[in-house]
C-alpha cells in the first residue's frame, strides 16, 4: 500500500529541504551560481545604504536575487538537457542559449535597475 501524500507542516518541511538541497547543488556544481551569490552578499549592505526608502532598497535587492533565480532555472535546464542528451541536437543547443540569454537580460536588468535608482 502506498503512503499517503504528505499535508501541512510535514510537506511544508519536505519542500524546504529539497529546495534547501537544490541550493546546495547549484552551490556545488554551477560556478556561476557562486559568483552571482558572491556579488549578492557584497552588494546588498551597498543597497541598503543607497535605497533612500524601502522600495529603492527593495528594487536594488530585488534584481539582485532575480538574478539567481534565473540562474537556478537555467542550471535545472542545463541538467536536464545534458541529461537526456548524450549527442548534439539543435534543439537542445536552443534550450541552452535561451537559459543562458535570460541570464543576461537578468543582468542587464541589474544595471538598469540600479543606475535608474542611483541617479533618480
Known amino acids: 500500500m502506498s503512503k499517503p501524500n504528505k499535508q501541512g507542516i510535514e510537506r511544508i518541511i519536505d519542500a524546504a529541504g529539497y529546495s534547501v538541497a537544490g541550493l546546495r547543488a547549484a552551490y556545488s556544481n554551477e560556478a556561476a551560481f557562486r559568483q552571482e551569490l558572491c556579488l549578492l552578499v557584497l552588494l546588498v549592505p551597498l543597497a541598503l545604504w543607497l535605497g533612500d526608502s524601502g522600495v529603492e532598497c527593495a528594487l536594488l535587492i530585488g534584481s539582485l536575487l532575480l538574478v539567481l533565480i534565473v540562474e537556478l532555472i537555467n542550471s535545472a535546464i542545463e ?7 548524450g549527442e ?11 537559459g543562458s540569454a535570460a541570464v543576461l537580460v537578468a543582468i542587464v536588468n541589474v544595471f538598469v535597475v540600479w543606475l535608474l535608482v542611483i541617479t533618480g
Open 79 to 85: 541538467a536536464v538537457v545534458d541529461r537526456f542528451d
Open 88 to 98: 548534439r541536437h539543435e534543439l537542445s543547443g536552443r534550450a541552452k542559449d535561451i
